[in-house]
Structures are given as structure tokens and as C-alpha cells.
């Protein structure tokens, strides 16, 4: 069975640091593009940062400096590293995986965790 569960979120200050993490089961992380996404509330699903099975990542430019994408395929998993949070990043935050070979995608959502930034 595919899944992905993150962990790690909760309530910081502004200014504080969270790390989530998003453990796969039932495929290999390897050879996906994994990915953070975040949705506040009434607002749309958003892209925070992806990275590549090569190691390569890319950053949401609201992000860029304070957030780190990285991946361990040993241990089947995910994380964000999120530095110097700001209110505006109150948000759930959805890990996801992508990958599309031989015509066919394959794309999977975990059910995301809360992050909330507030004094």
C-alpha cells in the first residue's frame, strides 16, 4: 500500500525553526521527484520546494534562504527544514510524490500536517 505520513509539525514563534518529515511506504523514494506543498486556509495548494532523485532542488521564492528540501533514500524519506518562519507561513503542509516514466504518472499525496506560526 502507497503512503506518505509527515510528521513534525505544531505551533512556533515567529522567528523559530520546524523540521517536517514525510516517510513513504509501498514504493521507492529514489526515483520520484519529491515535493513540499502548503495550503493556508481559503487559499490554494501551493508549491514550497521540490527535489529531484539526482539531489537538485528548486524553492517557492517566499522560501528561498530560510526553507531546505532533502531527501534520504536509505531511510525512505522526506524533509523539510524550515528556518526563520514568518506568520504567513501558517499553513498545512502536504508532502508529495511524482513521477512519470514509460507514459504513465504516478503521483501521491500524504495528508499533510499543521504548521502554525504565531505569538
Known amino acids: 500500500q502507497v503512503q506518505l505520513v509527515e510528521s513534525g509539525g505544531g505551533l512556533v514563534q515567529p522567528g523559530g525553526s520546524l523540521r517536517l518529515s514525510c516517510a513513504a511506504s509501498?514504493?521507492?523514494?529514489?526515483?520520484?521527484?519529491m515535493g513540499w506543498y502548503r495550503q493556508a486556509p481559503g487559499k490554494q495548494r501551493e508549491l514550497v520546494a521540490t527535489?529531484?532523485?539526482?539531489?537538485?532542488?528548486n524553492y517557492a521564492e517566499f522560501v528561498k534562504g530560510r526553507f531546505t528540501i532533502s531527501r534520504d533514500n536509505a531511510n525512505n524519506t522526506v524533509y523539510l527544514q524550515m528556518n526563520s518562519l514568518k506568520p504567513e507561513d501558517t499553513a498545512v503542509y502536504y508532502c508529495?510524490?511524482?513521477?512519470?516514466?514509460?507514459?504513465?504518472?504516478?503521483?501521491?499525496w500524504g495528508q499533510g500536517t499543521q504548521v502554525t506560526v504565531s505569538s
Open positions: 508529495n510524490a511524482d513521477r512519470t516514466a514509460w507514459g504513465r504518472r504516478n503521483n501521491y
Open positions: 509501498g514504493f521507492r523514494i529514489s526515483i520520484y521527484v
Open positions: 527535489i529531484t532523485p539526482g539531489g537538485s532542488s
